[in-house]
């Protein structure tokens, strides 16, 4: 246990001085009773409560005074308590694909309607954070309790251009709690960046970070999976994406995916001409099957709140820093009035 304002425990000296004064007291009735009364007859003037009558509301009242006075000094304990540890990156897809109306009114705004719907199903103690992806993936809100923060940001989101699945897992692993030191996979960076920097060109090397430390993280991804960028040419598609997702399973990271779409995709109009969007699920599915996570297609209310629910709660029984006035302070004033029943019980007052 440890005291935010420690100075206050040498108050806590008044105690066995109120013992010394009670005593001195005591001793002071006694030796004036037997001045001013016969021996014999002292009995029967003076009437002698048992030890017990006057020890336990006093040592009751004693004990409450020196919790109230432990209680000024605002002792903090850390017991072992439950605590929800959940933290979950919500991944929207903005490229361009995602203005395709087989979803109403499109795709994007389908996946917004998602993410809306997971914070008010997540228990307030979960932390949410917002990324957007397209050709490149950006942290808009890092992992909070802020609700309305995360709400602001996801409307805000408007179609970007193309679409890079890969991207934004990499970026939502390490904006997850405990990983933002950790470095992107080799394969995943531009050729020029692994071979020209030395910090880049070696992340496949052990690192200091420990993932078996690391805090529970999931990441929420709602695209139609049509991935069509890579920072690595060389790679394909599919190939990326087991990068990808190995580099979220070692970090201890699960992925849930929600495919939006409609199977054999779509036609729709941008910019004035007519384009074929495609609705591609698989890809989606193999991410989250590779690190442990769920795919939810076709996105039923039951499925997804089974899934929410599963997303926002993760428990861990750990140290948890309490401080423990108020705790005392209540046992005190308990102990007062127990004191102070007993009192009037067996001698007609309260001290």
Do not use: C
Not at 299 to 316: C, H, Y
């Amino acid at each position: 246990m440890t005291f935010t304002w420690p100075t206050f425990l040498w108050v806590l000296l008044l105690v066995p001085g109120f013992i010394g004064v009670w005593w001195a007291l005591s001793r002071r009735r006694e030796r004036t009773a037997q001045v001013f009364a016969d021996g014999h007859l002292l009995s029967s003037v003076v009437r002698t409560p048992p030890k017990a009558h006057v020890r336990w509301p006093l040592g009751l009242q004693l004990t409450a005074m020196t919790l109230l006075l432990l209680a000024a000094s605002r002792p903090v304990a850390a017991p072992i308590l439950p605590a929800n540890k959940a933290a979950v990156i919500i991944a929207v897809d903005t490229s361009k694909s995602m203005q395709a109306a087989d979803l109403n009114p499109s795709r994007l705004e389908a996946a917004k309607a998602v993410a809306r719907e997971f914070l008010k199903v997540a228990p307030p103690s979960t932390q949410i954070g917002l990324v957007s992806f397209s050709d490149n993936a950006s942290v808009l809100v890092f992992p909070t309790t802020d609700r309305q923060k995360v709400l602001e940001a996801i409307e805000r989101l408007k179609p970007s251009q193309n679409t890079s699945i890969a991207s934004a897992v990499v970026t939502g692993v390490r904006a997850l709690p405990g990983r933002k030191d950790l470095k992107p996979p080799k394969a995943l960076l531009p050729p020029n960046l692994a071979d020209n920097d030395p910090l880049q060109a070696q992340p496949d090397l052990p690192q200091a970070l420990n993932p078996e430390a690391f805090p529970p993280g999931s990441i929420m991804i709602l695209s139609d999976g049509a991935s069509n960028v890579s920072t690595n040419p060389s790679l394909s598609t599919q190939g990326v994406l087991d990068i990808a997702a190995r580099f979220a399973k070692d970090n201890k990271v699960k992925i849930y995916t929600f495919p939006l779409g409609r199977e054999g995709g779509a036609v729709t109009n941008l910019g004035g001409q007519s384009y074929y969007i495609p609705f591609e699920p698989k890809p989606l599915q193999d991410l989250a099957q590779n690190t442990g996570g769920k795919s939810v297609y076709p996105p039923s209310d039951e499925a997804l709140r089974a899934v929410f629910k599963e997303l926002g709660t993760v428990i861990r029984w750990e140290p948890t820093r309490l401080e423990i006035s108020a705790l005392l302070s209540g046992l005190a004033v308990l102990l007062m009035l127990i004191g102070a029943g007993l009192n009037l019980h067996w001698q007609r007052k309260v001290p």
